[in-house]
């Protein structure tokens, strides 16, 4: 929608959608009982009788870069928001410090705690 508001649209204030729907449909032809009846349908192809019938329009390849654009900015940015968040630590300094104290006390109690016969190798 936003390549054609800001692409194909011919309103300058890009207010409006008037035309977008027919802008989205492509066109092919029928006949049922002798009669030839138009058939509008989602995508964005040649119509059937130009010069390379039914292939991709420019159109596509637009909103197909617009697609792929917004999926790259999409992705950088959330790489960016995980980055930022592992600067963020887990765990705050005060509380770290203190968890790094209590394991050192115990490590020391341990050490102290055990029989002189295991310290000789």
């Known amino acids: 929608m ?3 508001k800001y692409s194909y649209e011919n309103d300058p204030t890009h207010n409006n959608l008037k ?3 027919k802008f989205t449909l492509s066109v092919d032809t029928f ?5 030839q009846t138009e058939c509008y ?11 390379i019938p039914y292939e ?3 159109i596509f390849y637009h909103i197909l870069a617009a697609r792929l654009i917004f999926l790259v900015i999409f992705e950088h940015v959330v790489f960016s928001v995980v980055a930022i968040m592992h600067w963020i630590p887990d765990v705050p300094t005060i509380v770290q410090e203190k968890i790094d104290a209590e394991n050192l006390i115990i490590q020391r109690a341990l050490w102290e ?4 016969s295991s310290l000789n190798y």
């Open 19 to 21: 035309g977008y729907v």
């Open 56 to 58: 991709n329009t420019s």
């Open 2 to 4: 936003l390549v054609y």
């Open 41 to 51: 349908y989602k995508d964005y192809r040649q119509a059937y009788n130009s010069e």
């Open 113 to 116: 705690s055990l029989p002189e």
């Open 31 to 35: 006949h049922l009982n002798g009669i």
